[in-house]
């Protein structure tokens, strides 16, 4: 049974960081591309970055670029999404994400996402 653990989420203030971490477990965490996504309320879900299994190929929502850094260690089954200067815009649930393909890295679309996690809240006041 595949499963995805979200958490670092939390209230910080504009202009603050946070580190969000994904556990994984139950599938081949070395050999899957990942993601991370987030949704405000009332709000489609928002594809902000990729990344390959090995970690060479990266991709970013020109929404995030520059400030949010995804990366990944496959030796602890684990992905990272280290969100830097933030905005009350930010203001989402945040989810990690696998897709089946590579293919699908660029895209960013949640109807490629294989499997989801549950979700870790970010809060940023203004």
């Known amino acids: 049974q595949v499963q995805l653990v979200e958490s670092g989420g939390g209230l910080v203030q504009a202009g603050g960081s946070l580190r969000l971490s994904c556990t994984t477990s139950g599938l081949n965490f070395a050999a899957t591309p990942m993601a991370w996504f987030r949704q405000a309320p009332g709000q489609e879900r928002e594809g902000l970055s990729s990344i390959s299994w090995s970690g060479a190929n990266i991709f970013y929502a020109d929404s995030v670029k520059g400030r949010f850094t995804i990366s990944r260690d496959n030796a602890k089954n684990s992905l990272f999404l280290q969100l830097d200067s933030l905005k009350p815009e930010a203001t989402a649930m945040y989810y990690c994400?696998?897709?089946?393909?590579?293919?699908?890295?660029?895209?960013?679309?949640?109807?490629?996402?294989?499997?989801w996690g549950q979700g870790t809240q970010v809060t940023v006041s203004s």
């Open positions: 994400a696998t897709y089946s393909s590579h293919g699908f890295l660029s895209r960013l679309r949640a109807n490629d996402v294989e499997y």
